[in-house]
T-cell receptor, first 112, second 110 residues
Framework: DADVTQTPRNRITKTGKRIMLECSQTKGHDRMYWYRQDPGLGLRLIYYSFDVKDINKGEISDGYSVSRQAQAKFSLSLESAIPNQTALYFC???????????FGPGTRLTVL | GEDVEQSLFLSVREGDSSVINCTYTDSSSTYLYWYKQEPGAGLQLLTYIFSNMDMKQDQRLTVLLNKKDKHLSLRIADTQTGDSAIYFCAENTGRRALTFGSGTRLQVQP
């Protein structure tokens, strides 16, 4: 089984809809992250959480919110999706004792 | 500030060496990483180097770090068609999360 899983893997939705992307990990890591990937722009950080009670904004948090339901779960919500949120979204985890991040397989989101 | 730059595209012939370059601006970076992304897949950690090292070798992969010039490179020896992917360099200054370059698409021609 994969250590970092994301659901759904693909989603097509309409402008204005609320969307939740979920991430689960079995690595026992404290830290979890959400990134989005756009062609030619690399990955940009949306939100990150260093433990269950810690939530921090990244460089592009506007239009997004997150919830850290448990150490192993970190969800990303788009309250009212817009077309420029069409992108590939990645969840990642890391252990507080090291800096290396491990990525999930990604969720491809299309907002029409 | 933090900024990581890479060239967008590299094409090589199978069996040749590939060298992917990256520059970064934050001198406080503690670790520098290379990730590989195959089509339709997530990011796979390839290798990383600690900032007090100049070189790291792992089978066909060689990472070189020039701290003075803030330059990082990844050399892939005997490049194979399976090496075709997008390669991301990333830095971690220890403050929060990784800062990624825009990725270099490596195309390996048979």
């Amino acid at each position: 089984d994969a250590d970092v899983t994301q659901t759904p893997r693909n989603r097509i939705t309409k402008t204005g809809k609320r969307i939740m992307l979920e991430c689960s990990q079995t690595k026992g890591h404290d830290r979890m992250y959400w990134y989005r990937q756009d062609p030619g722009l690399g990955l940009r950080l949306i939100y990150y959480s260093f433990d269950v009670k810690d939530i921090n904004k990244g460089e592009i948090s506007d239009g997004y919110s997150v919830s850290r339901q448990a150490q192993a779960k970190f969800s990303l919500s788009l309250e009212s999706a817009i077309p420029n949120q069409t992108a590939l979204y990645f969840c990642a985890t890391s252990d507080s004792g090291e800096d290396t991040q491990y990525f999930g397989p990604g969720t491809r989101l299309t907002v029409l | 500030g933090e900024d990581v730059e890479q060239s967008l595209f590299l094409s090589v012939r199978e069996g040749d060496s590939s060298v992917i370059n990256c520059t970064y601006t934050d001198s406080s970076s503690t670790y520098l990483y290379w990730y590989k992304q195959e089509p339709g897949a997530g990011l796979q950690l390839l290798t990383y180097i600690f900032s007090n090292m100049d070189m790291k070798q792992d089978q066909r992969l060689t990472v070189l770090l020039n701290k003075k010039d803030k330059h990082l490179s990844l050399r892939i020896a005997d490049t194979q068609t399976g090496d075709s992917a997008i390669y991301f360099c990333a830095e971690n200054t220890g403050r929060r999360a990784l800062t990624f370059g825009s990725g270099t698409r490596l195309q390996v021609q048979p």
